[in-house]
């Protein structure tokens, strides 16, 4: 059982940049694959990135290839997202979430078994 909580966001203007972090309870953190959604007003939740278990790959939206980064510290059991020139498209409900060791469908919400409550991020233009 993990149990995740996200943190870091707040309103920031266009071009401006946050960081989201998800500590995770458990002592098998390191054996999970975790992942970043979001979801906006009136949309379905979205893959944004990913990190796997071993921290030796990630990956990304387009639409946030070049400005975001995820990141893992297994010491401190946390995750993290590096947001650079937030636009106000990327407005929305930010989620963690895990899944035991690795997935192929790393993009689909339906991969994991383990979700935070969410974090939300405003940018104003």
């Known amino acids: 059982q993990v149990q995740l909580v996200e943190s870091g966001g707040g309103l920031v203007q266009a071009g401006g940049s946050l960081r989201l972090s998800c500590a995770a309870s458990?002592?098998?953190?390191?054996?999970?694959?975790l992942g970043w959604f979001r979801q906006a007003p009136g949309k379905e939740r979205e893959f944004v990135a990913v990190i796997n278990w071993r921290g030796s790959s990630t990956n990304y939206a387009d639409s946030v290839k070049g400005r975001f980064t995820i990141s893992r510290d297994n010491a401190k059991t946390t995750v993290y997202l590096q947001m650079n020139s937030l636009k106000p498209e990327d407005t929305a409900v930010y989620y963690c979430?895990?899944?035991?060791?690795?997935?192929?469908?790393?993009?689909?919400?339906?991969?994991?078994?383990?979700w935070g409550q969410g974090t939300q991020v405003t940018v104003s233009s």
């Open positions: 979430a895990a899944v035991r060791f690795d997935t192929r469908l790393y993009s689909l919400v339906t991969a994991y078994d383990y």
């Open positions: 458990g002592r098998t953190f390191s054996s999970y694959t």
